[in-house]
């Protein structure tokens, strides 16, 4: 048995292996970012074809979507799809409660309050059981979250939608090239939202977001609140008249251009991820009281995070908190060199600007529909236990070549659970 890294033995993974550069910058995307910036159009209000419609051409074509808007980030472009489906002042929209704050925050922002209903354990996505039981008059909208890559429950969502006559934004921030049932995410529900945030599994060179739809009208509305309510229309000149409400969410050539570059690779570093994760996963599913992302039946896991969760007992070790196991297996396994990190520390109900809810003063949106505090603790004990137990790996994985890195990753969890018995004393001392 090999001696843990912890205590002195050798690493499983070398220090000089610990890098992975992602995104993978190559020299067309150095190109592209050189050729827009030299070229006539910057921004994506000037008339005639730029980078910026060329993403959103080439986007829309490749993951199956009508319409593509391009945006300043996947923030805006959850705000802006709400703010084209008339969600406002007065509105409830159901969120989950396990998500990146953006989820959260694009219904306030349009003064609409976020509703938050528990997740699903194995996906991490929304629980449909638990969305229907927060309807209310007030609810206007969905936004379900493809959490790290994996699709949410759709074909529940959008029944319990039509049902009660309520819009879906998918937030797929995290799942560019994610299906269900064959169909693209984004593309199920009213409207999707995407990120090309720099850690994504499609990035840019800093921040960035699309709004796709199969409607048109929702289109039409969403360009015009891109630009200070705006109709932008080639081949006539602008007259700088605001006929709607709007903000500045533009995307730059620049964004555009570098993005353009990283999706032409994509389909050939997505099959490279697709085995070298489902090669790693296959090896860490053997062990015990450790369960692995799935992709589920009828879907394509786009695999942006890999969440591990820990369990106690099935580890062998009854009576001991998931908070302690999941303690004592991360600082052996960052001993050995695997990168794990706990990534989300609290439900969103929980953040201060929902909890303390000072929105825009007075307490708005909330005062508007006098909407009650969360419950506490044993609301959203699926959350609460998810976060309790479990740990990320991020970004290494999303790099074609990473295939022997995680096989490395792999050797570093079969030589901590080699050492079960050290784990064992970790855990109890801090239980």
């Not at 074809?49 to 959103?56: G, I, K, M, Q």
């Not at 692995?292 to 062998?316: C, E």
């Not at 794990?340 to 929902?354: A, E, N, R």
């Not at 490395?408 to 239980?431: C, G, I, P, Q």
């Amino acid at each position: 048995m090999s001696k843990l890294a912890a205590f002195g033995g050798t690493a499983t993974v070398p220090r000089d292996r610990r890098h992975v550069q992602w995104p993978l910058i190559e020299d067309e995307d150095r190109k592209a970012v050189l050729d827009a910036l030299d070229g006539p159009r910057l921004v994506s209000d000037t008339d005639g074809v730029n980078a910026v419609s060329r993403l959103e051409e080439h986007w829309a074509r490749r993951f199956g979507h009508e319409d593509c808007v391009a945006v300043s980030n996947g923030t805006a472009a959850l705000a802006l799809a709400l703010a084209a489906l008339g969600v406002g002042p007065g509105d409830e929209v159901i969120v989950p409660a396990f998500s990146f704050i953006a989820t959260g925050l694009a219904p306030v922002h349009q003064m609409a309050v976020p509703v938050f209903a528990d997740i699903d354990p194995v996906t991490f996505n929304i629980d449909p059981d638990d969305v229907e039981r927060r309807i209310t008059p007030r609810t206007k909208a969905i936004i379900p979250v493809h959490l790290h890559g994996a699709p949410a429950d759709m074909d529940r969502l959008t029944g319990i939608a039509r049902t009660h006559g309520l819009a879906i934004v998918e937030d797929a921030a995290q799942a560019p090239g994610a299906t269900h049932r064959g169909r693209p995410v984004g593309a199920i529900g009213d409207a999707g939202a995407f990120s090309l945030q720099v850690s994504k599994n499609i990035p840019t060179c800093g921040e960035g977001g699309l709004l796709v739809t199969q409607d048109a009208g929702l289109a039409a509305r969403a360009r015009r609140g891109r630009q200070f309510g705006e109709e932008i229309q080639a081949g006539r000149d602008r007259d700088y008249i605001s006929y709607g409400l709007g903000w500045n969410y533009k995307m730059n050539a620049l964004q555009a251009a570098f993005t353009l570059a990283q999706l032409d690779r994509f389909d050939a570093y997505e099959r490279a991820r697709q085995a070298n994760v489902t090669g790693f996963l296959a090896r860490l599913a053997e062990l015990p009281g450790l369960t692995v992302p799935t992709a589920l039946p009828h879907t394509t896991h786009a695999w942006h995070i890999l969440r591990f969760r820990f369990d106690p007992a099935a580890f062998g070790l009854d009576g001991v908190r998931p908070e302690a196991l999941r303690t004592a297996l991360r600082r052996l396994l960052r001993a050995e060199g695997v990168p794990l990190s706990q990534y989300q520390l609290m439900p969103l109900p929980d953040q201060k600007v929902f909890s303390d809810r000072v929105g825009f003063g007075s307490g708005y949106p909330w005062s508007v529909t006098g909407a009650p505090g969360t419950t506490g603790d044993d609301d959203h004990p699926v959350t609460r236990a998810v976060i309790a137990d479990s740990l990320t790996v991020q970004k290494r994985h999303l790099h074609p070549g990473a295939g022997e890195l995680l096989g490395l990753y792999a050797d570093a969890f079969e030589k901590v659970w080699a050492n079960r018995d050290m784990v064992a004393t970790l855990a109890k001392a801090a239980s």
